[in-house]
């Protein structure tokens, strides 16, 4: 079954600095990948997907993702923080059109 | 996009008592899901909410338990069933728009935060 692995529970960097978020998936196929952010208090919203083609993709919010089949991962990036970045990342993989999701990392930023 | 509201935001329920939860979005969707959030947890699918017919529930999850309605393309509800306080969780309602939109194009609701005591 397909399934999505956040390895990190929790990530504090400081606002300007770059960031990572690591994503594996175990998947047969070429999976359908997504970063979801869910900040306090608010719903999930859509960073980005990938489906197909170009490995890296580039979503809201600055972030981007790169699809790594050799390595099954498919990580978010942001190459500077911002304070209002703070909030909780999933890591989903589709599943007949409903989503599987990751455990989850929280990202802290510090001033 | 779609704008889709639940109510109630958040409640306090007591042991054995049963709550449902309103889903309604602006427009016509063509899948609808409900989903558990626990304290500190990822998200877990419960069912996909079927118009006019009945729920598919996900592994672990009853209709007894989570009794699901949608009686048409933009309105859903869910009930959680003799609650106890393994039930407190936050339940999200999630929507794709169309079936032109990508796989995993889901929209969320802000959540149902529920506590049982």
């Known amino acids: 079954a397909q399934s999505v692995t956040q390895p990190d529970i929790h990530i504090t960097v400081s606002e300007g600095a770059s960031l990572e978020l690591r994503c594996n998936y175990s998947y047969g196929a070429t999976p359908y990948l997504f970063w979801y952010v869910q900040s306090p208090g608010q719903g999930l919203q859509l960073l980005l997907k990938y489906f197909s083609g170009d490995t890296l993709v580039q979503g809201i919010k600055g972030f981007e993702a790169e699809f790594k089949r050799s390595q099954s991962s498919f990580n978010l990036r942001k190459p500077s923080v911002h304070w209002s970045d703070a909030a909780e990342y999933f890591c989903a993989v589709d599943r007949r059109r409903a989503l599987t999701f990751g455990s989850g990392t929280r990202l802290q930023v510090q001033p | 996009s779609a704008v889709i509201s639940q109510k109630p935001s958040r409640d306090i329920c007591q042991r054995g008592t049963s709550l449902t939860i309103q889903c309604q979005v602006d427009s016509q969707v063509t899948m609808m899901f409900w989903y558990r959030q626990q304290p500190g947890q990822s998200l877990t699918l419960i069912a996909t909410?079927?118009?006019?017919?009945?729920?598919?529930?996900e592994s672990g999850f009853v209709i007894d338990k989570f009794p699901i309605s949608r009686p048409n393309l933009t309105f859903s509800t869910l009930t959680v069933s003799n609650m106890s306080p393994e039930d407190s969780s936050i339940y999200l309602c999630?929507?794709?728009?169309?079936?032109?939109?990508?796989?995993?194009?889901?929209?969320f609701g802000e959540g149902s935060r529920l506590t049982v005591l």
């Open positions: 909410a079927n118009q006019g017919s009945e729920a598919t529930y």
């Open positions: 999630s929507v794709q728009l169309s079936w032109d939109a990508g796989p995993g194009e889901l929209f």
